[in-house]
């Protein structure tokens, strides 16, 4: 059975540019995290879609959003991209309702570089 | 707001065991988690424990959870050169419903041989 997947593994952008990230679930998962894991920060949460909805959404500006399709796979998009910006982008999966017991199913992320 | 803290590095020899420590501040986490990540992959749900149990075993791993002074520890026993990578403590304060975890910043374990 096929993991969770992003695409693309790396992004470089200069400031000011617009990034794109995608996820596609487990088979089945219809709830789909997005965290930030940025040097010496840990993991920030980011936002929760679960059945095509945002549900929730960590403290980051509105430059960050997404949204997430019939299919239950997710995009990230960042828009004015600033050189903090540069981190590993994760996602995770859990089946519907939220992370219940807990656990997040992960992708490898995407890592994007802000020149 | 809840907060997750760990230490950032721990080393250790191959065979010796590894304690991880990690302490919280909400007082109504359901759950708390232990996630691995090995270099270059996403986190991987190692353990978790619920917020009524004092300890839980798990051939090598133990997790032990101290609710009064809200600290939780993962000792790894017979630690193996597999076993480094970063090991993130995460807490659920929300019960699931608002879908995320809280996580620590990781403890970077490195095993020596």
């Known amino acids: 059975e096929a993991g969770v997947t992003q695409s693309p593994t790396h992004l470089i952008k200069t400031r000011g540019q617009q990034a794109t990230l995608r996820c596609s679930p487990i088979?089945?998962?219809?709830?789909v995290y997005w965290y930030q894991q940025a040097l010496g920060l840990g993991l920030q949460f980011l936002l929760w879609?679960?059945?095509?909805?945002?549900?929730n959404r960590g403290n980051f500006p509105p430059r960050f959003s997404g949204r997430q399709f019939p299919n239950y796979s997710s995009e990230l998009n960042v828009n004015a991209l600033e050189l903090e910006d540069s981190a590993l982008y994760l996602c995770?999966?859990?089946?519907?309702?939220?992370?219940?017991?807990?656990?997040?199913?992960f992708g490898e992320g995407s890592r994007l570089t802000v020149l | 707001g809840e907060d997750v803290e760990q230490s950032l590095f721990l080393s250790v020899r191959e065979g010796d065991s590894s304690v991880i420590n990690c302490t919280y501040t909400d007082s109504s986490s359901t759950y708390l988690y232990w996630y691995k990540q090995e270099p270059g992959a996403g986190l991987q749900l190692l353990t978790y424990i619920f917020s009524n149990m004092d300890m839980k075993q798990d051939q090598r791993l133990t997790v032990l959870l101290n609710k009064k002074d809200k600290h939780l520890s993962l000792r790894i026993a017979d630690t193996q050169t597999g076993d480094s990578a970063i090991y993130f403590c995460a807490d659920d304060p929300y019960g699931g419903s608002q879908g995320n975890l809280i996580f620590g910043k990781g403890t970077k374990l490195s095993v020596k041989p």
């Open positions: 995770a999966t859990t089946p519907s309702g939220g992370a219940n017991t807990g656990e997040l199913f």
């Open positions: 088979s089945g998962h219809t709830s």
């Open positions: 879609y679960d059945e095509g909805e945002e549900r």
